[in-house]
């Protein structure tokens, strides 16, 4: 199954009341705690990023 952000988890106003929430993929990194491959998330409007 596919993870796919339906909201930007950051508390910007320009984030919060956005209609249609638009991101795009960033890459992956590793995370250190169990050594599992992540996908990044770009939000469109903040430019922010985050993981699943």
């Known amino acids: 199954m596919e993870f796919r952000p ?17 991101y ?3 890459g992956h ?3 250190a705690c169990d050594g ?3 996908q990044r998330f770009q939000c469109k409007a903040c430019k922010r ?4």
């Not at 990023?49 to 699943?52: E, R, W």
């Open 29 to 31: 990194y590793t995370r």
């Open 36 to 38: 599992r491959r992540v």
């Open 24 to 26: 795009q993929r960033r």
């Open 6 to 22: 339906d909201h930007c988890p950051c508390e910007e106003p320009k984030c919060a009341g956005s209609a249609g929430f638009q």
């Open 49 to 52: 990023t985050f993981s699943t």
